[in-house]
């Protein structure tokens, strides 16, 4: 059986926290909680794929949790959310440390053989360049044969409209193939089961990754008084906002103040730029 | 039914800008807050969530519980009081006249946590702010701490977005945001620049800053890091616990390099506290015994790291613990658990939690902030009034914690 030693480094995590107070005790908290985030590098030590099941051990405990691939993790290490697994895992007075050692955990880590379980990855650490699906992403996954069955003159538009919200996947009547399983998998874990409706604002709010921070809110708050008009600069005063954090997550509360609705519109991306957890994102 | 305003008590930020909207008996709409804090005004109408009084698993009235609770306070030899992070400073004062009643030993999260950090704010060694100066800050400094999951609007409300000076356009900023980390986070995404770091590096980080103020150091990121802060009128640093851990709870060299900084620029320290009203606790033992923790009343005052929380659970010593506002099962190393398995413990606490489960006696308490008036301390020493949502009738730590200390002294 392969075993890799790796430190383990605990963080906080918000939808942990959160789902603790909403779901009882741990039962809701367990699948975002029993996981530890590794290197390619050391799954493939382990021969397992992303989502299978691993044992942690050391001289404290041992916990079973899933292994997720991190493409930001370096070799050796591994990502652990505070919970009771992590808990598990820590010792105290072992050595002669002050404090337990809640951040630098050694454990030596073998495969279960268990269940592979992969779930659609909702708590990346952060948000990337390639989180985000680009047209030409998307439209070298589809058949390109440009049927027009789903309404649209070309796959390559097809691939815009997906990606607008406009069109789901279950319009591609050669995407359901067999051959095109796998193309089909990937384009339903980035556009979710049901390929989502947006409203007309062309702003896609995914709720359950929003911390609720109000980065987007209050930057957009900020932009948009000013507006430049053919060099010029335009102050515009009260004008209501157009995010706001309601019930824990963003929501558009007033788009007619956004710069994009004006005449002429002005492209203006900052909520999007803004938005650490991905949650926000403008699709057209 | 109209907005309420109301402080959010999900972490030490205590954002003081929440609504809260009810139909009948139900939370229609909250404002403001986050995914914690809304998360925990929520949970509040949650009945399967919250615990009457308990003893031994079966319900009981409030003099029940007071009765035994009071009964095994006074057989206690060696009681132990914990906890109070997350109640209001009123509670904290009722719980220190507690323990000096019962000589027992009192202590709090801060013991394993920002404790160390808040005694060298407190004494003085190193300087701090309030969050509203963070607005005049030319640097905002990140080390160890990732706010978005353990403070989400902090840096909306309190600190880079909030900054007078920040524009969204960011072409010049006049506030720079640094982190220091081990690993990419929501708040290293956004950091210019992003010091990445080995994990438990720390330390040897901050002795070749201390070098390179000297004019020996030979590491890149310590110079990038003093010739940034020598450039910058004002520096702010957030110590998360990252840092504190990694340093193994032993500030001097972090202080010293503090000092150091000091010397040539504008430097303030202040914790990334997590429990909302921990730094309160921490001020008011500071006041009443002249020291932040680990106090023990059996002798008079006496102080020591023996009296921590996880040394004394470690050497089997207290013979009944007293926990409100704190949930040690969930934060503690899970074989300490077994040393608390024949000691009856207390809970006050306003949720089922691993603690309450293994309680002998549990009295579900109002929320701080929500359901409760009261006062609590901000992240940065601010005492800030606690305006309840709604009253539940349920009884507050303050009260409960009252009515014991009127039992036991009779």
């Known amino acids: 059986m392969p075993s890799v030693q790796l430190v383990i480094i605990t963080y906080r995590d918000i939808f942990h926290w959160s789902a603790r107070k909403r779901e009882n005790i741990e039962s809701g908290a367990d699948e975002k909680s029993a996981l530890v985030r590794l290197s390619e590098a050391d799954l493939k030590g382990l021969g397992i794929v992303d989502g299978a099941e691993v044992m942690l051990s050391n001289d404290a405990g041992s916990v079973i949790v899933r292994a997720e691939l991190d493409p930001d993790c370096p070799q050796g290490l591994g990502y652990m ?105 990937f384009l339903q874990g980035y556009f979710g089961e049901i390929a989502g409706e947006v409203a007309e604002t ?83 | 039914m109209g907005l309420t305003k109301t402080v959010c008590t999900g972490c030490s930020c205590l954002c003081d800008d929440i609504g809260i909207e009810r139909e009948g008996q139900d939370i229609a709409r909250i404002e403001n807050a986050c995914v914690k804090g809304s998360s925990i005004i929520r949970a509040a109408d949650d009945i399967p969530l919250r615990v009457p009084y308990l003893i031994g698993k079966r319900e009981v009235t409030l003099e029940q519980a007071i009765d035994k609770t009071a009964g095994l306070l006074k057989n206690s030899k060696h009681p132990l009081i914990f906890g109070f992070d997350n109640s209001t400073l009123e509670a904290q004062a009722f719980a220190i006249e507690l323990a000096r009643a019962l000589g027992g030993v009192i202590d709090d999260c801060s013991s394993f946590c920002h404790g160390e950090l808040v005694l060298s704010i407190l004494n003085g060694t190193i300087p ?173 005052v006496s102080h020591g790291p023996e009296f921590s929380m996880l040394e004394q659970v470690k050497n089997n010593d207290p013979d009944c613990i007293l926990i409100a506002g704190a949930d040690p099962f969930t934060s503690l190393p899970s074989h300490m658990a077994n040393n608390l398995k024949n000691v009856p413990i207390i809970a006050l606490d306003p949720f089922i939690t691993p603690t309450t489960q293994a309680s002998a006696v549990v009295f579900g308490t109002a929320i701080s902030g929500v359901e409760t008036w009261g006062t609590a301390m901000r992240m940065d020493g601010l005492e800030v009034p606690l305006v309840p949502a709604w009253e539940s009738g349920r009884l507050s730590d303050e009260q409960i914690l009252k009515l014991l200390l009127d039992e036991v002294t009779r």
Not at chain 1, 223 to 252: C, F, K, M, W, Y
Not at chain 2, 262 to 288: A, C, D, L, W, Y
């Open chain 1, 81 to 185: 959310p505070v919970s009771r697994y992590s808990n598990e895992l820590i010792s105290y007075g072992i050595n002669e440390a002050k404090l337990p050692n809640f951040k630098r955990i050694e454990v030596s880590v073998e495969p279960t053989g268990g269940e592979v379980k992969k779930g659609r990855k909702r708590q990346s650490s952060r948000k990337g360049t390639t989180d985000k699906i680009q047209p030409l992403h998307v439209y070298q996954m589809l058949p390109g044969t440009d049927c027009k069955v789903c309404g649209c003159g070309t796959c390559m538009a097809y691939a815009f409209a997906l990606i607008g919200r406009e069109k789901v996947l279950a319009d591609c009547p050669d995407l359901q193939k067999e051959e095109f399983k796998e193309s089909l998998e």
């Open chain 2, 128 to 300: 701090s702010c309030s969050l509203s100066e963070v607005k005049d800050a030319e640097m905002i400094m990140y080390w160890g701490a990732n706010p978005y999951h353990s403070h989400p609007r902090h840096l909306s409300k309190f600190s880079y977005y909030a900054h007078e000076k920040y524009n969204p356009a960011g072409w010049s900023p006049d506030v720079t945001l640094v982190s220091i980390e081990v690993r990419d986070t929501e708040t290293t995404f956004n950091s210019r620049p992003f010091f990445k770091i080995l994990p438990g590096e720390d330390g040897k980080l901050i002795s070749s800053i201390l070098a390179t103020m000297k004019g020996q150091g030979d590491r890149g990121d310590a110079k990038d890091i003093v010739d940034l802060i020598r450039q910058k009128g004002f520096c702010v640093i957030f110590v998360g616990l990252g840092l504190v851990y990694a340093l193994d709870g032993d500030l001097s060299l972090f202080n010293e390099m503090v000092h150091m900084l000091s010397k040539e620029t504008r430097i303030s320290v202040m914790p990334m506290v997590g429990h909302f009203n921990m730094r309160g606790f921490n001020h008011r033992m500071f006041q009443q015994t002249g020291y932040i923790n680990k106090v023990s009343f059996a002798n008079g």
């Open chain 1, 202 to 284: 062309g702003l896609l709010i995914d709720k359950e990754k929003c911390f609720g921070c109000g980065d987007c809110a209050i930057v957009c708050k900020k932009a948009i008084t000013s507006l430049v008009h053919s060099g010029s600069v335009v102050q515009r005063d009260d004008v209501p906002p157009v995010l706001e954090i309601i019930n824990g997550v963003v929501e558009i509360t007033n788009w007619g103040s956004c710069k994009r609705t004006m005449n002429p519109p002005e492209y203006c991306r900052l909520c999007e730029d803004k938005c650490t957890s991905g949650a926000l994102e403008i699709v057209r």
